[in-house]
């Protein structure tokens, strides 16, 4: 389990508790509602407030003042090294709260991408199925009541994967599985097999536009922006 799946069980039992009496689309609508007002409202417990909206005005009138300006450049080094040093200040104010109000984010958004983005095939349906190298033969079967893909060559399996989530790719384990792991889990680099691909249905969450109109983020991320948009303005977060 990688850093960002941490709350994994819990937006799965959250989301499986909307899943009885609410849709997908209303569902994501709830996510990214959920998203936008708990980023920003962790910032502002997170963040120096007051201090923030102090850099703010030190910067405004710093900006001001040289914008007022009407000598020779030459004698606006003092002001324009007050302008840099005072938006500087606001930055090192507002970058470690930012970067640790949005780590709760990328999680919600890593487990959506593992479970919104694609769906299991229909009872029956059996996807295509693609193995790099493709000397070794990959199937998709019924077994023990769940899909698995099996990988086999002429002599042995080398691999049985048990299909528990709608994850299109499983890989050998990579550097950045710390941070974000693959719910399938990963190939041993003994088997040999570098990439199993599967051909799973894509949902889609709105009845009209383009395909690429239909996927999740076309719902979430417009929502989440107006939500955020919203909650800044009327909790006043500087």
Excluded: C
């Excluded at 479970?115 to 990959?138: C, E, K, L, R, S």
């Excluded at 799973?200 to 955020?228: K, N």
């Amino acid at each position: 389990m990688g850093l960002l799946n941490l709350p994994d069980p819990i937006f799965g039992a959250i989301d499986g508790g909307m899943e009885s009496f609410l849709p997908a689309t209303v569902r994501l609508i709830v996510w990214a509602t959920i998203a936008g007002i708990g980023t920003l409202f962790l910032y502002r417990l997170v963040s120096p407030q007051s201090r923030i909206g102090n850099a703010k005005r030190e910067a405004r009138a710093a900006r001001q003042r040289l914008n007022e300006f009407d000598g020779e450049f030459s004698d606006a080094g003092p002001l324009i090294r007050n302008q840099f040093l005072s938006a500087f200040k606001h930055l090192g104010l507002v970058f470690l709260p930012t970067l640790v109000s949005i780590l709760p984010l990328l999680a919600l958004l890593t487990w959506l991408e593992s479970y919104y983005a694609h769906a299991m095939p229909a009872d029956g349906a059996t996807p295509t199925v693609q193995v790099t190298p493709d000397t070794y033969d990959a199937q998709w079967v019924q077994q023990n009541d769940a899909p698995h893909v099996i990988v086999n060559d002429s002599d042995s399996e080398l691999a049985n994967v048990a299909m528990t989530a709608p994850i299109p790719v499983i890989e050998q384990r990579q550097w950045w599985n710390w941070l974000a792991a693959n719910p399938l889990g990963y190939l041993s680099a003994e088997s040999g097999i570098e990439r199993i691909v599967f051909d799973l249905p894509e949902p889609e969450y709105l009845p009209f536009g383009p395909g690429w109109m239909r996927h999740w983020l076309a719902v979430f991320f417009p929502i989440m922006t107006i939500v955020s948009l919203i909650t800044y303005r009327w909790a006043k977060i500087e």
